[in-house]
């Protein structure tokens, strides 16, 4: 009887394990990488800050080139085409500011002037435009931002200069008019109101906010919080604070005045205009140089007589200059008439927007430039 065969075994593979078999393997090549990458990073970021140093030491005036809202829209422009992700450009942007800030404070530790407390929409604002390693002074008044600047107190000021839904903020305006500042630059904040107490939603019986904000947020709070009296206050790190130690209290704030305060949040995103945007101006003496997209602001004082502001306005149809902004203030007694604010595309270094400024200013029975600078895009 002839032998069965028995079945040969398979011989033992070579080809080695590969990420799938073998997690523990994956997960530590992915941890030696990472090391290796985190050596990478930090040598470049060192190098970006050193070289930025360097440049700014080698300037005629290192200390006015600290402050170069040009190069910072450029540099948010290049990431915001050339960010290949997965991180979103906000987060991109936020590591580069960082770098630039630190780099910036090696040269010369700049001193900012807010109208604060601590994470209200203004010092966010200021945050965004000179990191976090600038020195940042809270202040109660919009007023108070320019007279620290002008007292020299502070290198550059941050003020909110216009909201999407309640239109000019006066205050900053109409410091304008009262000292000899510039607006160097601007930054446009994406505001976003949250509700946010220490108890229940259904437990609230008081909402505080600054009015802007209350009023940004009418509708919502109006259908979904009736039973709540809402309260104005100064700011609305100022609401946070109070919603913190009140029973029974919300406020109306950010979601960063939410984790300074230990809050939660129990609505998101109330504001009743989901595109709502607040400018804030950049304040200072500073001149900054052309770019792509600028805008410039004037004073200007005209004859209080008919047809004079329409005479006026031709000048920026003859020039096809855009004029995107103006405001009007009566004089202080004894004088009468007005002060128009004016802001319009273009820098003043710019042929079109220089012919504007010497037809007004034949015009004019006073005339100041506020300032050119970049105009800036929305950010979160």
């Not at 509708?219 to 946070?240: F, G, K």
């Amino acid at each position: 009887m002839a032998k069965k065969e028995l079945p040969k075994k398979p011989a033992p593979s070579t080809k080695p394990a590969t990420p799938k078999d073998n997690p523990k393997a994956t997960a530590a090549a992915s941890e030696a990488e990472i090391r290796r990458l985190d050596g990478e990073i930090l040598k470049l970021i060192n190098r970006r800050a050193g070289l930025t140093v360097k440049s700014i030491q080698a300037q005629p005036h290192p200390a006015k080139a600290l402050f170069s809202p040009y190069e910072d829209q450029e540099l948010a422009d290049l990431i915001e085409k050339q960010n290949p992700g997965p991180l979103p450009p906000v987060a991109v942007r936020a590591v580069f500011r960082e770098i630039i800030s630190g780099a910036r404070s090696a040269v010369k530790l700049m001193r900012i002037a807010y109208l604060g407390p601590e994470y209200s929409f203004t010092h966010l604002a200021a945050l965004e435009r000179f990191g976090s390693t600038a020195t940042y002074i809270p202040v109660n008044t919009i007023a108070a931002v320019f007279e620290e600047v002008n007292r020299g107190h502070a290198d550059y000021g941050v003020a909110p200069i216009e909201n999407s839904t309640d239109g000019r903020v006066v205050d900053t305006l109409d410091m304008f008019t009262r000292l000899p500042l510039k607006i160097c630059g601007e930054v446009q904040l994406n505001i976003h109101h949250h509700l946010m107490a220490k108890c229940q939603r259904s437990e609230i019986t008081e909402i505080y906010s600054k009015p802007q904000a209350l009023s940004q947020c009418r509708d919502w709070l109006a259908r979904n919080m009736p039973q709540a009296r809402t309260i104005e206050v100064t700011s609305t790190s100022t609401a946070a604070d109070i919603a913190s130690r009140s029973p029974g209290t919300a406020a109306v704030a950010s979601r960063q005045a939410a984790q300074k305060y230990n809050l939660n949040i129990v609505a998101e995103r109330i504001e009743d205009n989901k595109a709502n945007v607040t400018r804030f101006a950049i304040i200072g003496d500073e001149t900054t140089k052309a770019s792509h997209r600028d805008k410039t602001a004037v004073l200007l004082q005209i004859a209080h007589q008919p047809g004079s502001l329409a005479d006026t306005l031709v000048c920026f149809k003859k020039g096809n200059v855009n004029l995107t902004w103006i405001e009007s203030f009566p004089l202080k007694a004894p004088d009468v008439g007005y002060l128009f604010f004016m802001e319009f595309e273009g820098h003043a270094s710019q042929q079109p927007v220089q012919k504007v400024l010497q037809d007004l200013q034949k015009r004019a029975v006073r005339m100041e430039i506020l300032g050119s600078y970049p105009q800036a895009k929305p950010v979160d």
